[in-house]
């Protein structure tokens, strides 16, 4: 049977084939009996309480309480600012965000992103690199005809996973988008 000891890595009574060091390091960081200020430095530093439970959001929350201050107001020094957010739903958030350039290509009746919804797109998300369809007759082998070649097995590979007959449902985005690249 294994004996037990304090372990000064680990900070707690444990197996030598439970310390989370390994066997080797067990044997020579462990002692029989630690003092008493060894066990309350470990729990102090990993937030155990003294009935042997972490202290959690609601024992702060009563802690704060307990000593007669009141909780954080927005606008305070100690309010969390992730927390200070005008009050609008994630809806009204994501249409103000992404509105223009959605409604822009929806407007111009292009299969995929029109060359107007893609400059609306980089207004909205400046810095971006997005590229439209390769709708030309490129020379073989040049960035657009590889670009063109991955696109074209990137959406074959998802029309085999999702089963996607052209011939039969010439409507789908994916078939659409596939004419549009000329793939």
Same mark, same amino acid.
């Given at each position: ?11 707690? /009574?444990?197996?030598? @084939?439970?310390? +989370?060091? #390994?066997?080797?390091?067990?044997? &020579?960081?462990?002692?029989? !009996?630690?003092? *008493?200020?060894?066990?309350? %430095? ?7 309480? =003294?009935?042997?439970?972490? /202290? ?6 009563? +802690? ?5 201050? &009141? ?6 020094? *100690? ?15 994501? @249409? ?11 407007? !111009?009746?292009?299969?995929?992103? #029109? %060359? ?8 909205? @998300?400046?810095? =971006?690199?997005?590229? #439209?369809?390769?709708?030309? !007759?490129?020379?073989?082998? =040049? /960035? ?8 074209? %097995? ?30």
């Amino acid at each position: 049977m294994s004996e037990e000891r304090y372990c000064r890595l680990c900070k707690k /009574k444990e197996t030598k @084939n439970k310390c +989370a060091y #390994g066997p080797s390091m067990w044997e &020579k960081y462990t002692v029989k !009996d630690a003092s *008493d200020n060894e066990r309350k %430095d470990a729990a102090e530093e990993s937030g155990i309480v =003294s009935e042997g439970k972490k /202290k959690g959001l609601w024992d702060r929350v009563w +802690a704060k309480r307990k000593r007669g201050e &009141k909780p954080a107001k927005p606008g305070d020094e *100690d309010y969390p600012k992730t927390l200070n957010v005008e009050n609008k739903t994630f809806k009204q958030f994501m @249409n103000e965000k992404s509105a223009d350039w959605q409604k822009v290509n929806k407007k !111009d009746k292009t299969d995929g992103m #029109g %060359d107007a919804a893609i400059k609306a797109y980089r207004r909205d @998300n400046p810095g =971006s690199k997005l590229k #439209g369809a390769v709708t030309g !007759d490129p020379k073989p082998g =040049s /960035k657009d005809a590889n670009r063109r070649k991955n696109y074209c %097995d990137r959406s074959a590979g998802q029309q085999k996973m999702h089963n996607i007959d052209c011939s039969k449902t010439p409507d789908k985005p994916i078939c659409k988008a596939r004419r549009r690249w000329k793939c």
